[in-house]
């Protein structure tokens, strides 16, 4: 009899055909992940530096100058990140009630049959190339908003795009908020029932504040989605830096403007072409920040269920 257990016991312990070759390319795959990051992170790093080496250049000027011009040498980020900022608290402003709206609708209150047709329209919309949406705000947004505001706003306008990007990173928000919603356990919703909650009251004072931690990490992934986003603000924001946090005007972001300027015939190693890297390691940075700050709020204000 113990040797009939001792046997099977053995057995267990054999690892499964390809189970090995399945944790091998897993921890490939981990490895990899990590190489390409470290490798993007060297590569900008190498190629700001040789934009900051320049004896016209420093980190002092960089970070304080709002002026970006670079045919009399001027290169202050501030007239670049001005415009970044605006449009993304344009976008979150948007996205951040519409899409929790939705979240707390899909999960609480949309039944079967009105989630199996919103939730597609929601990946829709996702699907959509960026390309896309910045002709519709080029095209029909800032015609609206030319006809609410007159002369006062500009055809390039931060504004119309700041509202397309919140539209595109709308089910970006809703998609993880309703599955931080949808994680919350059900006997919290019928205690609350059975203490005499409504429904409305359940999802606002129950359910929300229980997946504070999953909401606060899509708001913070959804901000990031912005800062990144490159084809609605370089079709419809302005195609020149200009230090302004004015909705109504032309702007120029940061990924705007390394997508205007790459394209053009630079020089390799000249003091231009260099600070595209100087940009892209400041773009790079400030989404890092980002997704290190959603991290943490996740790990902080997780609530954990036994």
């Known amino acids: 009899m113990l040797f009939i257990m001792k046997r099977s016991f053995d057995l ?19 490895v990899l992940s990590v190489f390409v990051t470290v490798a993007i992170v060297f590569e900008l790093g190498k190629e700001a530096m040789l934009f900051f080496a320049d004896p016209d250049m420093t980190w002092v000027k960089f970070f304080t100058m709002t002026k970006w011009q670079p045919g009399i040498g001027q290169y202050g980020i ?18 951040l009630p519409l899409g929790l709206a939705s979240a707390v609708y899909l999960s609480e209150y949309a039944s079967h049959r009105a989630r199996s047709i919103l939730k597609p329209v929601l990946e829709i919309l ?13 095209l029909f947004v800032t015609p609206i908003l030319k006809n609410i505001f007159k002369d006062g706003i500009q055809v390039y306008n931060m504004l119309s795009a700041g509202l397309v990007m919140g539209i595109m990173i709308l089910p970006l928000i809703a998609s993880m908020s309703e599955d931080a919603l949808n994680a ?16 409305l009251e359940t999802s606002l004072q129950i359910v929300l504040p229980a997946a504070l931690s999953g909401i606060g990490a ?30 109504l005007d032309a702007a120029e972001t940061m990924t705007g403007h390394i997508a205007r300027i790459s394209g053009g ?21 400030v989404t890092l920040t980002l997704n290190l700050v959603s991290q943490w709020i996740v790990n902080r204000f997780r609530e954990r269920y036994e």
Request: glycine fraction near 8%; proline fraction near 5%.
């Open 12 to 30: 267990s312990k054999k690892p499964r055909p390809g189970e090995s070759l399945i944790e091998a390319l897993l921890f490939a795959a981990g």
């Open 78 to 95: 501030w007239a670049l990140v001005s415009a970044t900022m605006t449009t993304s608290v344009i976008a979150i402003l948007i996205a």
């Open 126 to 138: 996702a699907g959509i190339p960026t390309v896309v949406y910045g002709y519709f705000a080029l």
């Open 184 to 199: 919350v356990p059900r006997s919290l919703r019928e205690g609350a029932y059975a203490m005499g909650a409504t429904k």
């Open 218 to 247: 899509a708001v913070i992934v959804g901000i990031s989605r912005a800062v990144g986003e490159t084809m609605i603000v370089a079709v419809a924001a302005g195609a020149g830096p200009n230090f302004s946090f004015n909705p």
């Open 265 to 285: 015939d630079l020089s390799y190693n000249t003091i231009d072409y260099t600070s595209l890297f100087a940009i892209a390691l400041m773009l790079f940075l």
